[in-house]
């Protein structure tokens, strides 16, 4: 079976530092990976996707970059936090090839003082 | 744009008061509407996928619906572990990414 694996699960980190949240996939090949950022009360706001190694869309301008080095490993990062960058951080992973559906890992909870 | 509305914002049900969650999309193209639940501080959990207007799925007291420009979800008997935030999302028929609502957030008192 397909699991989904994010750490750390909370961070709290002092505006202008650097970023790195990693977010692995086991059990599956060649999956679609997503990066979402969840703020109270509200939605899940898609920040980037990608579907291959290397492969990143953008959804939004921001601070923040994604990088898949690896086929089952998606990193997201930032140079230097806003704190505007607070929030809920949610990978996922679908199984592409026309199937759409979307499976999602535990969270990071970022906190930028 | 697409755009997926969900009403209520918040429901607080008494154990065993069956009601129901709206989502309303508009959306060029639907390829399917999905459903999840989300525990305060948690990952969504994937429950529906639905497909074509008249679809209905069910998984224990959860039942959902479509139409054409919307979705339900029915809680039948819910119980106080039904309580969580219900999320909807549409994808298009070309593209694999999907667009959520805000959320519906369940209190089901015992």
């Known amino acids: 079976s397909q699991t989904i694996h994010q750490w750390p699960a909370t961070l709290v980190q002092p505006v202008g530092s650097p970023l790195s949240l990693e977010c692995t996939v086991e059990?599956?090949?060649?999956?679609?990976l997503y990066w979402y950022r969840q703020a109270a009360g509200r939605g899940l706001q898609l920040l980037f996707y990608?579907?291959?190694?290397?492969?990143i869309s953008s959804e939004v301008p921001q601070n923040l970059s994604a990088s898949r080095p690896q086929d089952r490993q998606f990193i997201l990062s930032s140079k230097k936090l806003l704190l505007s960058d607070s929030g809920f951080y949610l990978c996922a992973w679908s199984a592409g090839s026309g199937t759409d559906t979307q499976y999602f890992g535990p969270g990071t909870r970022l906190t930028v003082l | 744009e697409d755009q997926v509305t969900q009403s209520p914002e918040a429901l607080r049900l008494q154990e065993g008061e069956s009601s129901s969650l709206n989502c309303s999309y508009t959306?060029?193209?639907?390829?399917?509407l999905f459903w999840y639940r989300q525990d305060p501080g948690k990952g969504p959990e994937f429950l529906f996928t639905l497909y074509s207007a008249g679809e209905e799925k069910e998984k224990e007291r959860l039942k959902a619906t479509l139409t054409k420009k919307e979705s339900f979800l029915h809680i039948t008997a819910p119980k106080p572990e039904d309580s969580a935030t219900y999320l909807c999302a549409v994808s298009r028929s070309n593209d694999y990414k999907l667009s959520f609502g805000a959320g519906t957030t369940v209190t089901v008192r015992a």
């Open positions: 059990g599956t090949s060649n999956p679609n």
């Open positions: 990608s579907v291959g190694i290397g492969q």
């Open positions: 959306v060029s193209g639907l390829r399917g």
